[in-house]
């Protein structure tokens, strides 16, 4: 049975820190590209990160380079994204995916978590 399973979200003030995870049941997320993908209410899902399967490179959305960290620990099947100096624009539902291959920070997405929500507010 193929999953992704989030965990990490929450609230946390502007200038605070999160790291989400992403865990693989199923299969081994070491083969696969995995991305990082958000959805702010009212808002269409915007891909933000991803990393690459084959090197581990690593690509950002220009409104998150800089801030946010994509990383793979692949001993524990699972990928994280680090967010740091959060601010309330970054509020939303976020998404991990895996799939075959990174199209700059898109992930060309196969199988999704099921997404964990992000708060930025004082």
């Known amino acids: 049975q193929l999953q992704l399973v989030q965990s990490g979200g929450g609230l946390v003030q502007p200038g605070g820190s999160l790291r989400l995870s992403c865990a693989a049941s199923?299969?081994?997320?070491?083969?696969?590209?995995v991305g990082w993908s958000r959805q702010a209410p009212g808002k269409e899902r915007e891909p933000i990160s991803c990393i690459s399967s084959s090197d581990g490179n690593t690509s950002y959305k220009g409104a998150v380079k800089g801030r946010f960290t994509i990383s793979r620990d692949n001993a524990k099947n699972t990928v994280y994204l680090q967010m740091n100096s959060l601010k309330p624009e970054d509020t939303g539902v976020y998404y991990c995916?895996?799939?075959?291959?990174?199209?700059?920070?898109?992930?060309?997405?196969?199988?999704w978590g099921q997404g964990t929500p992000v708060t930025v507010s004082s």
């Open positions: 199923g299969f081994t997320l070491e083969s696969f590209a």
């Open positions: 995916a895996a799939g075959r291959a990174c199209s700059g920070y898109v992930c060309l997405a196969d199988y």
